[in-house]
């Protein structure tokens, strides 16, 4: 049988990726500081231990693994990326997490290897025309990434990339676009846009008022979590390493997106603009290398994974009522 290891397993694409290597027969073994927080892990042994400490590393890595997937990070929405107060935590942590997975895989004699880059990394000077903005793969430099967080993506994509070359390890490097989708965090600050608006949605009676941060120009484009793991499976058992885009073309402005969501809750309601972290003004997937090297473009609209995503928040909504 063969064996995969999925590090943030507790977290949103880790959980659903357990699911996937499950169904597909593999024996599964998850690691996170905390068990998912919206359903029971479908992994066959999950530890809960923290990635920054090597021992926990090398206590997880005791044994050969077909695949092995990093996904671990310090991460959240623009309300925590962007207000500058969790930089020096998102960088360490998340920086000594890949070190010492790296280290412990190589020592192991693991080759093959995955690693959640993200969108986040691409220059700041690239993504001001909302219109227009440019996330080719190979426009990444001269870097300039807009937070701390794209910096820590870009030296852990090159320190990936080092190992690859220097260990004969066959690593792997997505940069993924704002995927979303049930089970996912939908309040308390580290949420992402979809989710954000769906629960806003979600708790406003018709006819009343949300909340958005800056003048919902500013333009995205956001993948449902099944496609995203279609993307990564491709791509792991792939000979092409990347780093390559994951994620859709269908751009939206977060204003266009926030009436999506009002349309599928049918409701009518009104958006109050206010001072807020935003990130970069425009942000688009550019899925022309993943095309060519893997034959993987997505292909649901956006509004399809919104109604699964909106359908499960109300029901979080509901039971936080009760």
């Known amino acids: 049988m063969k064996k995969a290891l999925v590090c943030g397993a507790g977290g949103f694409i880790g959980s659903h990726l357990v699911k996937r ?19 029971e892990t479908a992994a066959d042994d999950f530890v809960i231990g923290d990635l920054r400490d090597q021992q926990i590393c090398r206590s997880i890595v005791d044994q050969p693994f077909n695949e092995v ?7 959240g929405g623009a309300g925590y990326i962007f207000t500058g107060e969790n930089d020096a935590d998102i960088m360490h942590n998340s920086a ?10 190589y020592k192991r004699n693991i080759k093959r290897i995955f690693y959640s ?5 691409y220059p700041e000077y690239n993504q001001m025309d909302p219109d227009n903005p440019k996330c080719s793969e190979d426009s990444a430099y001269p870097a300039n990434p807009d937070s701390e967080y794209g910096w820590e993506k870009l030296f852990s994509e090159r320190l990936y990339l080092a190992y690859g070359r220097n260990h004969a390890m066959e690593v792997r490097i997505a940069r993924f676009h704002n995927i979303f989708g049930p089970e996912g965090t939908w309040t308390g600050g580290k949420e992402k846009a979809p989710a954000a608006f ?11 008022e949300i909340e958005m941060w800056g003048d919902g120009k500013q333009t995205r484009s956001f993948l449902y979590i099944d496609e995203c793991l279609d993307g990564v499976l491709r791509l792991m058992r792939s000979d092409f390493t990347g780093p390559v885009n994951i994620g859709s073309e269908e751009m939206v402005t977060i204003n266009q997106l926030a009436q999506m969501v009002m349309e599928i809750a049918g409701k009518r309601l009104s958006i109050k603009h206010i001072p807020g972290p935003l990130g970069v003004r ?3 997937s550019d899925n022309r290398l ?3 090297k893997l034959g993987w473009k997505p292909s649901e609209p956006l509004v399809e994974g919104l109604k699964k995503t909106y359908s499960w928040i109300v029901e ?3 039971k936080t009522k009760k």
């Open 316 to 318: 979080q909504v509901e």
């Open 69 to 75: 997937y990093q996904l671990a990070a310090d991460m």
């Open 117 to 121: 880059s993200s969108a986040c990394m």
């Open 21 to 39: 290597l499950k169904k597909e027969g593999f024996w599964v073994r998850g690691v996170d500081l905390k068990y998912p927080e919206f359903a």
């Open 282 to 284: 425009g942000r688009n």
């Open 96 to 105: 000594t997490i890949n070190l010492n997975m790296l280290d412990v895989c």
């Open 198 to 208: 769906c629960r806003k949605v979600a708790e406003i009676p018709n006819g009343g």
């Open 290 to 292: 993943i095309h060519e």
